[in-house]
């Protein structure tokens, strides 16, 4: 793929809010970065969100988009998503157990994401698909002078884009 695409980062908390990020990612073939809510680690678990994204991506099939796992300051949530297959999660630690955890990540072959750039958080949003639209478009494609941003690119270690087919 030769075709380099701006992530825009969206915090989603339930059915609803995946629906609107891909299926805006799919009506602007922009890629989006699925961050989950941080309290659905201890609420609904790993298994949760990667299910419930997975029947979302079936109806949305153009959408490019990988995810993250928030697990707030719960390790034990975050070595859990990790045995489970979990790709690449947050994690708010102290440096200790970050690195102990950032180990255990690499060695599975996920990541800890700790990317800063802002990210629209449809918690409170009545409106979802109009906020992911806005939001997509705030960010125009390509860099900003002085502020660095993230493609996805075959290369790109520090998020692999999720194929549907291994979510």
Request: aromatic share 8%; charged share 15%.
């Amino acid at each position: 793929m030769t075709d380099q695409w701006l992530t825009v980062r969206v915090i989603v908390h339930k059915k609803s809010h995946i629906l609107a990020a891909l299926s805006t990612s799919e009506s602007t073939g922009r890629a989006v970065v699925l961050v989950s809510g941080p309290a659905v680690s201890g609420a609904m678990g790993w298994l949760w969100f990667r299910c419930l994204v997975a029947e979302v991506a079936t109806l949305y099939p153009q959408a490019r988009f990988t995810t993250v796992f928030d697990c707030g300051s719960a390790a034990g949530f975050a070595m859990a998503a990790l045995a489970d297959g979990a790709k690449a999660i947050r994690l708010h630690a102290p440096p200790p157990v970050l690195k102990r955890v950032r180990d255990i990540a690499t060695q599975s072959g996920a990541v800890i994401d700790s990317d800063v750039r802002p990210a629209l958080n449809l918690l409170f949003d009545s409106h979802p698909v109009a906020a992911c639209h806005a939001w997509f478009n705030a960010f125009p494609l390509g860099e900003r002078p002085g502020h660095k941003l993230s493609t996805l690119t075959p290369e790109n270690e520090a998020l692999d884009l999720i194929e549907h087919s291994s979510m």
